[in-house]
């Protein structure tokens, strides 16, 4: 079978599984920047009072 985690590009499995890991970081880094107080989404939302 093909390496599962080898780089490729266009629509193959292998390709949807790196998409994955890369949205998954992008996630936690916005929730990290969000916690340290440079939320982009509340403040432009208001949705928490300050």
């Not at 949807?16 to 890991?21: K, S, T």
Request: glycine share 10%; net charge negative.
């Amino acid at each position: 079978g093909v390496d599962r985690n080898a780089f490729l590009f266009g629509f193959t499995p292998q390709a949807e599984i790196w998409n994955g890991r890369l949205a998954a970081i992008g996630f936690l880094a916005y929730l990290l920047w969000d916690l340290a107080g440079y939320s982009v989404l509340r403040d432009v939302l208001h949705l928490i009072q300050h």
